[in-house]
């Protein structure tokens, strides 16, 4: 991921730049990640849908508060991505 977004309660949050496919429009991948004794802990994100599209170690509560996290810094995810970042062609 090209972008670090912030890191709360040891949850690191990244994202990639914008994907855009004439087929699906332009979405954004947020990756997050908890360090543990074993490795990580993840969660993967796309935007614009803020659907979770992998998860690993994250309980139920904790992955609904990952989720409202990602719906309230959208906006400003899809920002930093626009000013800083690049448009990916996706020929997915």
């Known amino acids: 991921m090209k972008h670090h977004y912030s890191t709360i309660d040891n949850v ?3 994202f990639s730049d914008i ?4 087929t699906k429009g332009e979405s954004i991948i947020v990756h997050m ?5 074993h ?3 993840y969660a993967e994100f796309i935007l614009p849908s803020i659907t979770c ?3 690993m170690g994250f309980t139920e509560d904790e992955l609904l508060k990952l989720t ?3 719906k309230n810094n959208s906006s400003l995810i899809w920002e930093i991505a626009r000013e800083d970042g690049d448009i990916i062609a996706n020929v997915g």
């Open 12 to 14: 690191h949050t990244t």
């Open 19 to 22: 994907y855009a496919s004439e």
């Open 33 to 37: 990640e908890r360090p543990t004794d």
């Open 39 to 41: 490795g990580f802990d």
């Open 53 to 55: 599209t992998k998860c």
């Open 68 to 70: 409202t996290f990602v």
